[in-house]
């Protein structure tokens, strides 16, 4: 064995010596620099393949080497943005790829560089002319890089009976942008993943098209950008930045409820970029007709792509969601603790996170195997905070809330009038009055215009017969008990 690792270490050093060799012969006659951008090249190639990540691919494809002096790799970078991302990431891992290239140690300093002398960034989109709006005669400045969250790929999302239509959609609008399912409208309750889909959908568009303009947004962050442009004069700047993406991900949009101004901006982008067939995704926390003060020609837009709702996971799926977690973590979980978590934690995802997050960093601390006791001692408070419709609301906060997620007035829920939306909501206000407070049917009743106990007894049952089997009551009730819970 000694005699076969001197062999290989002699043919080792023969090849570097050759290589090194090569080197001076190649410096002699190229241009400087000519090395280092040759080494960096073969350090980015050899990263790539073994970092499988699509955000590190997207960005370290817009780096561009510029200098190597004094053991210092100078790399320039789009903007701020991408210097602050890739250097807390990755600039150890970058330069120790490209000190192995070069056979001496470096480190490696991100330089934002100045938009003129980008020019590997993507070419410059022209504006048609049937959008004299947005034409303008200066070039289009390269869009901010969406900040999109490490993590949130198709790669690592749990695709259940709950969300398999949304995730099927997501995956739709990466391979045909702009064409059948525009926009696409994802709702669903909070922590179940719509963040998530819309984030994968930007990562993975950037992964198969760099050359893609992606913005990526809230809708509370869109208002405050259009404002900020509103007063720093710089409104045409902003519009023809909005408008010139290719694929506009609005997160949380009913956050632009109630803003006049910011929803008619809202209104004329989404109709610049669906004439142009740009593709646009949206995401709320209820369907459209669910979100107070919207514009109804707003509204009609959002309903008028595809709706894709990720409804709330059953305990199998989420017992599934929480293994897969467990196992990328590689975490071994024992499956009784798997189920009994499951079977605790109804509300969201994120909760089932974080129970996971506690529950490994309690096995780390106590050495101790993961069991169901343990699991019980610790994650008591979320069990609590994953039961919210149990804790006690007043009739008269159901009662609002209902007035407020089906838009009509406290005089018509408890009047007489039987059109079908007012009769729906009456009857879902009185099943959540009887199941989230201690009331008797009878008064019920009285906080509804003095019915009698068994008009509230026959609604009851009419919306229990239906709860698990219609997703629009299931979002209804889920978001009145939080507009009730003040929440
Ligand atoms: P939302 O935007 O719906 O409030 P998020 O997308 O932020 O929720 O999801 C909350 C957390 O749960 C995130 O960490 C996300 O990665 C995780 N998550 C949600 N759904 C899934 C899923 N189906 N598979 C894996 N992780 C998920
Ligand atoms: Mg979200």
Request: proline share 6%; aromatic share 6%.
């Amino acid at each position: 064995m000694p005699a076969v690792a001197a062999r290989l270490d002699c043919l080792f050093v023969l090849r570097m010596s050759m290589e090194r060799l090569e080197e001076q012969l190649t410096l002699v006659e190229e241009p400087p620099g000519a090395t280092f951008r040759r080494a960096f090249d073969a350090a980015i190639r050899q990263l790539v393949t073994h970092v499988n990540r699509p955000m590190f691919q997207v960005f370290v494809s817009k780096v561009k080497p510029l200098e190597c002096a004094n053991n210092v790799a100078t790399l320039g970078v789009r903007n701020e943005l991408d210097r602050s991302w890739l250097s807390s990431r990755y600039g150890r891992m970058i330069g120790n790829a490209i000190a192995t290239q070069l056979g001496h140690p470096v480190t490696v300093e991100f330089v934002p560089l100045p938009p003129e002398t980008d020019d590997h960034l993507p070419p410059e989109m022209t504006l048609s002319d049937s959008e004299p709006q947005t034409r303008m005669s200066k070039p289009l400045a390269p869009l901010p890089l969406p900040h999109f969250m490490p993590g949130l790929t198709f790669d690592t999302f749990v695709v259940t009976p709950s969300n398999r239509h949304a995730e099927a959609s997501a995956q739709a609008v990466v391979t045909g942008p702009g064409t059948r399912f525009n926009p696409l409208f994802i709702f669903g309750g909070v922590g179940l993943g719509k963040t998530h889909l819309l984030h994968a959908i930007g990562v993975e568009t950037l992964q198969r098209r760099p050359d893609t303009r992606v913005a990526c947004m809230t809708g509370e962050a869109f208002a405050d950008q259009y404002i900020t442009a509103l007063r720093g004069g710089c409104i045409d700047e902003f519009r023809r930045m909005q408008r010139s993406v290719d694929l506009w991900l609005i997160d949380d949009i009913q956050f632009i409820a109630g803003k006049e101004r910011t929803q008619e901006e809202f209104f004329h982008t989404f109709n610049a970029l669906y004439q142009t067939g740009k593709q646009m995704v949206l995401v709320s926390d209820k369907p459209p007709k669910g979100i107070c003060d919207i514009q109804e020609r707003l509204r009609s837009r959002f309903e008028h792509g595809m709706m894709a709702e990720i409804q709330y996971p059953k305990a199998d799926e989420r017992a599934a969601i929480l293994l897969d977690k467990a196992k990328a973590e590689r975490f071994d979980l024992p499956m009784d603790v798997v189920h009994f978590i499951a079977d605790k934690i109804q509300s969201s995802i994120r909760t089932l996170e974080g129970a996971l997050t506690r529950l490994i960093s309690q096995v780390s601390l106590t050495a101790e195997p993961p069991s169901i006791a343990m699991a019980s001692a610790i994650l008591g408070g979320f069990f609590i905070d994953s039961q919210p419709q149990r804790q006690a609301v007043s009739v008269d906060a159901i009662q609002k809330a209902c007035c407020k997620y089906y838009r009509i007035e406290l005089d018509e829920l408890v009047g007489t009038r039987r059109t079908s939306s007012v009769a729906e909501a009456r009857k879902v206000a009185m099943y959540l009055a009887r199941e989230n407070t201690p009331l008797a049917w009878k008064a019920i009743g009285r906080h509804f215009g003095g019915r009698d106990h068994s008009t509230v007894l026959h609604a009851h049952r009419s919306v229990a017969q239906s709860v698990g089997q219609s997703s629009e009551l299931d979002n209804a009730l889920r978001e009145v008990m939080r507009l009730a819970n003040g929440r």
